[in-house]
């Protein structure tokens, strides 16, 4: 049970759905930050590579909610699908993605342990992949942005489904929909 009542069933709206549903006024912005993040037009970084960042951090983070979730949306838009995003999360520095990829990881990674982990060298290593201002500065805020909502989730208690296909569940009303409460 959550450490406060949402007023609704949290098995029927789990992880970050219930808090959104208690709070639709934050709900909003919330909703539409993940949407440009992760799935507005991009010119270089997939939304599956961009769900893979979100991913990643959340597994840092240790959020099962959040890490279940955009592991399953990241699966859904990636072609080699779950086994790569369980490469990433098990190991990103042996995991078959491109040099560039796994820069901006070990950028990523460097945010959720705190911003000023990002260093220069952390900057000039993934430019030197390929790696392209947007694309460093979309990362740290990927990264930025999923401490936060790893944390609202967390920090609330939320229950999260053991049962990976209601992540599948979702990922498929994610990719046709996008981010909304529903």
Known sequence: MAHIDLGLDEKAYPGITG???????????????????????????????????????????ECTFCCSSHSAFAAAQLPAGMPLVEQVRRDAATAPVS????????????????????????????????ATDLEIHDTVLIAAAFCMFNRYVDGLGTWAPQDPEAYERSAERIVAHGYRVS
Do not use: C, W
Not at 25 to 48: C, F, I, K, V
Not at 107 to 128: I, Y
């Open 19 to 61: 808090p959104m549903l208690f709070r639709p006024e934050t709900a909003g912005p919330l909703n539409a930050l993940a949407e440009q993040l992760l799935r507005a037009a991009h010119p270089t970084l997939s939304a599956g590579e961009r769900e893979l960042i979100a991913a990643y951090v959340s597994g840092l983070n």
């Open 99 to 130: 040099d560039k990829l796994r820069a901006l990881l070990r950028v990523a990674a460097a945010v959720q342990r705190g911003g000023r982990e990002v260093t220069v060298e952390l900057v000039d290593a993934a430019r030197a992949e390929g």
